[in-house]
């Protein structure tokens, strides 16, 4: 199976048309050109900043905009980011992923965030943020902190995508991925069904996530978590069966990303999980909470795990000699080498 960048709706639709097995079994294939078979990646998701958020998108119980039970927090201390990294590491992930609720990182924030990826990279896990829009210089200050994957997702389609967010464009989605791209950082980058979009705009979203120059090494594929107080609380939901046929289209439009079965998780019984790992899934979040919304725990994925005969990837960095009193050191240090002064932990919630 070669490597495209230039896939049509047409083709992708085809795809989707196939009969179920015929999709499943030429997904499974193709994971296993490119892929070891049954072997799962895990990463946890810690959200460092919650909720305040000044975007509106209409799924997201974080936005300032919509009533929900989310409770604001400022930006979490960098010993607490590395409390719960130590117990992600214990419990087995290999990537911890630390997102905040921002438009985009402002400057005061870096001296923290970049503390965090050198705490999180001495543990010996691979770095994740997901932190809003990043302009170059800022991706290139992550990136040589160590900050290994970027999260910025692209949702749905280009068609679809103003029906869900106003408050930032498409292409400064797609402007943030390639300064993240330039700056050596590998992508994380998917979307969310179960927004009321057509399959049209699934195809859509697969065409435009696979047609970039280069594939996202990461793809999430959320189903929506529909929560009180949103927007999208009551729209329809999704077929399971579609949602499978998704993953395996993901799998077949970009052979070596890692397709990731994210938010929505805890509405998915083990036997749909069961095809998608089938369809090409090879990653999962894993632990309690994913950023504000519910994620099984972590022994039922491990039992789960065990059932399928699925192995978990291993730890793929040896931990730094950074001790956590070194790192804190230089967060202080950064913090009072910044232009204006401020408390070691601000409220960074807006
Ligand atoms: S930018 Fe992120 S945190 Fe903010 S509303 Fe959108 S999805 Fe939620």
Same mark, same amino acid.
């Given at each position: 199976m070669e490597i495209r960048h230039n896939w049509t709706a047409q083709e992708v639709q085809a795809l989707f048309d196939k009969p179920f097995m015929d999709l499943l079994f030429d997904a499974q294939q193709v994971h296993r050109e490119y892929h070891p078979a049954n072997q799962v990646q895990v990463s946890t998701l810690l959200s460092i900043k919650t909720g &305040? +958020?000044?975007?509106? +998108?209409?799924? +997201?119980?974080? /936005? &300032?905009?919509y009533r929900t039970d989310v409770e604001k927090e400022r930006l979490m201390e960098v010993e607490r980011v590395l409390e719960a990294a130590e117990k992600a590491k214990a419990s087995g992930a290999t990537r911890f992923c630390m997102g905040a609720a921002w438009k985009n990182p402002k400057q005061r924030d870096m001296p923290y965030l970049l503390g965090m990826i050198q705490g999180v990279k001495g543990l010996g896990l691979e770095t994740c943020m997901t932190l809003g829009m990043l302009d170059a210089e800022q991706a290139k200050t992550l990136s040589e902190a160590g900050l290994d994957y970027y999260n910025h997702n692209l949702d749905t389609s280009p068609e679809f995508y103003g029906n869900i967010i106003t408050t930032r464009t498409y292409q400064e989605r797609l402007d943030t991925l390639s300064n993240v791209r330039d700056a050596g950082m590998k992508v994380c980058s998917g979307g969310i069904i179960g927004?009321?979009? /057509?399959a049209r705009d699934r195809a859509g979203l697969l065409v435009e996530l696979a047609n970039m120059p280069a594939h996202p090494e990461s793809v999430p594929i959320n189903m929506l978590v529909k929560v009180k107080?949103?927007?999208?609380?009551?729209v329809d939901d999704v077929d399971p069966f579609d949602f499978v046929r998704i993953i395996a289209v993901a799998r077949i439009m970009m052979p070596k990303s890692a397709v990731r079965l994210s938010a929505g998780r805890e509405d998915m019984n083990e036997q749909m999980q069961t095809l998608c790992f089938m369809a090409g899934a090879n990653s999962i979040f894993y632990g309690c909470k994913l950023l504000t919304t519910p994620n099984p725990d972590e022994d039922a994925d491990m039992q789960l795990f065990k059932k399928l005969g699925i192995n978990r990837e291993a730890v793929s960095q040896k931990p730094d000699q950074v001790t956590e009193h070194d790192l804190l050191e230089q967060v202080a240090e950064r913090v009072a080498s910044r232009p204006q002064e401020g408390d070691l932990f601000y409220d960074a919630s807006v």
């Open positions: &305040a +958020c000044p975007e509106d +998108c209409k799924y +997201c119980p974080q /936005s &300032a905009r927004l009321g979009e /057509s107080g949103t927007p999208l609380e009551n």
